[in-house]
């Protein structure tokens, strides 16, 4: 029987995403129907369309927000101008031709989040990585900032490729709440580090940022009573688990539905994270073969912190097995949780992660954060 491809089937994977990550379902309703409405007769069709929708989107929420903020109504210029990042974070999740549209797409998604944190309280306060080859941007969250007590836990929030600082503030913001400081780096190929900085995402890079990052935020005055930890999404959940195991001042580890992607069945991964234009630009264009030798020593060590580990029965690009390696050989404190849902958005294709705890981290995002608030009385 032949495959029938929908539109709508097509995007799923991108759709999913953006619920999860807190765009709100008429938003995202209306962009898709007025997508469908269009006759494309091509991918870049589809892409004109779909950027073409997002950023009318946006520019109605940022005219709404500027207003709203001109008039000291900051609360509501605030959630506006989230309203017109999320428009421009949906713009962000496909990869348009040319890496100077992706950029530019980046680039406005970022002001807009950086204007919607800059109107509520906690402040964000920026923080810069330098590495060898480059620096590293990242926002600090403080649940109390320039007051006392200060922090006793601080989580690094580790992203991975095709992810950003930006992304990430779903996870920072219940930690925040619960009294735990939070710091959200673009790693090495992500976000204002590969657009601005031009730093590739190679393995001496990720090695050098995981103690860099601690180097750094140690010497802060706010974080000085401060309990470091590791804490990952996906390929980030990947840096957290390596970076406990390279740098022993990582006191705890998080990772949520952990990926290496040397450690992927043959197949499962999309072509963009292995070959292509945006592969090129991410890594510096280094030979997939040399890449995938390189990355394979993200894999190695055993945590001795205690870890948190939370991954998808159904995950097919980390099958389960394959992450329970992890978890079975760390040799500290340790506990599991193990998501049983199945996913209800994707479709089991092999190239669409089915992301069991991705679709779970409405409630999955505040038992990791208990967690993590818990290592204050360890």
Same mark, same amino acid.
């Given at each position: 029987?032949?495959?029938?491809?929908?539109?709508?089937?097509?995007?799923?994977? =991108? @759709?999913?995403?953006? /619920?999860?990550?807190?765009?709100?379902?008429?938003?995202?309703?209306?962009?898709? &129907? %007025? !997508?469908?409405?269009?006759?494309?007769?091509?991918?870049?069709?589809?892409?004109?369309?779909?950027?073409?929708?997002?950023?009318?989107?946006?520019?109605?929420?940022?005219?709404?927000?500027?207003?709203?903020?001109?008039?000291g109504?900051?609360?509501?210029?605030?959630?506006?101008?989230?309203?017109?990042?999320?428009?421009?974070?949906?713009a962000?999740?496909?990869?348009?031709?040319?890496?100077?549209?992706?950029?530019?797409?980046?680039?406005?998604?970022?002001?807009?989040?950086?204007?919607?944190?800059?109107c509520?309280?906690?402040?964000?306060?920026?923080?810069?990585?330098?590495?060898?080859?480059? =620096? @590293?941007?990242?926002? /600090?969250?403080?649940?109390?900032?320039?007051?006392?007590?200060?922090?006793?836990? &601080? %989580? !690094?929030?580790?992203?991975?490729?095709?992810?950003?600082?930006?992304?990430?503030?779903?996870?920072?913001?219940?930690?925040?709440?619960?009294?735990?400081?939070?710091f959200?780096?673009?790693?090495?190929?992500?976000?204002?580090?590969?657009?601005?900085?031009d730093?590739?995402?190679?393995?001496?890079?990720?090695?050098?940022?995981?103690?860099?990052?601690?180097?750094?935020?140690?010497?802060?005055?706010?974080?000085?009573?401060?309990?470091f930890?590791?804490?990952?999404?996906?390929?980030?959940?990947?840096?957290?688990?390596?970076?406990?195991?390279a740098?022993?001042?990582?006191?705890?580890?998080?990772?949520?539905?952990?990926?290496?992607?040397?450690?992927?069945?043959?197949?499962?991964?999309?072509?963009?994270?292995?070959?292509?234009?945006?592969?090129?630009?991410?890594?510096?264009?280094?030979?997939?073969?040399?890449?995938?030798?390189?990355?394979r020593?993200?894999?190695?060590?055993?945590?001795?912190?205690?870890?948190?580990?939370?991954?998808?029965?159904?995950?097919?690009w980390?099958?389960?097995d394959?992450?329970?390696?992890?978890?079975d050989?760390?040799?500290?404190?340790?506990?599991?949780?193990?998501?049983?849902?199945?996913?209800?958005?994707?479709?089991?294709?092999?190239?669409?992660?089915?992301?069991?705890?991705?679709?779970?981290?409405?409630?999955?995002?505040?038992?990791?954060?208990?967690?993590?608030?818990?290592?204050?009385?360890?």
């Open positions: 029987m032949a495959t029938t491809w929908t539109i709508r089937g097509l995007l799923n994977p =991108v @759709l999913s995403r953006l /619920l999860i990550y807190g765009v709100h379902p008429i938003d995202v309703e209306n962009a898709m &129907c %007025a !997508v469908e409405s269009k006759n494309h007769l091509n991918a870049k069709s589809l892409e004109h369309s779909w950027l073409a929708e997002w950023e009318q989107r946006a520019a109605h929420y940022a005219g709404l927000a500027e207003r709203a903020e001109q008039d109504n900051l609360l509501s210029a605030g959630k506006l101008f989230t309203l017109a990042a999320q428009c421009y974070y949906a962000f999740l496909i990869n348009p031709t040319g890496e100077g549209e992706k950029k530019r797409i980046y680039l406005r998604y970022a002001d807009f989040h950086r204007r919607s944190e800059a509520r309280p906690p402040s964000v306060t920026p923080v810069e990585i330098p590495l060898k080859d480059g =620096v @590293l941007p990242g926002y /600090l969250y403080l649940p109390t900032p320039g007051q006392s007590p200060p922090p006793r836990v &601080c %989580a !690094v929030i580790f992203s991975g490729l095709g992810s950003c600082k930006e992304e990430m503030h779903m996870l920072a913001h219940p930690l925040v709440e619960r009294g735990v400081a939070a959200v780096p673009d790693m090495p190929g992500s976000g204002e580090a590969l657009f601005v900085h730093v590739k995402c190679r393995f001496h890079n990720l090695e050098a940022a995981f103690p860099r990052i601690l180097d750094t935020l140690s010497a802060r005055p706010e974080l000085q009573q401060a309990t930890g590791s804490y990952g999404l996906c390929m980030g959940g990947g840096y957290a688990h390596r970076a406990a195991c740098d022993r001042r990582y006191g705890f580890c998080v990772t949520l539905f952990m990926l290496y992607i040397t450690l992927t069945p043959e197949g499962v991964t999309p072509q963009w994270m292995r070959q292509g234009a945006w592969y090129d630009f991410q890594t510096g264009g280094v030979p997939s073969d040399q890449f995938s030798q390189e990355m020593g993200l894999a190695k060590g055993a945590l001795e912190c205690p870890y948190f580990f939370i991954h998808g029965q159904h995950d097919n980390m099958p389960l394959a992450a329970m390696a992890f978890y050989r760390a040799q500290g404190h340790k506990e599991k949780l193990i998501i049983e849902n199945a996913p209800v958005f994707s479709n089991q294709q092999a190239v669409t992660h089915t992301m069991p705890v991705g679709e779970q981290l409405h409630w999955v995002k505040h038992l990791a954060a208990d967690w993590i608030a818990s290592q204050a009385n360890r």
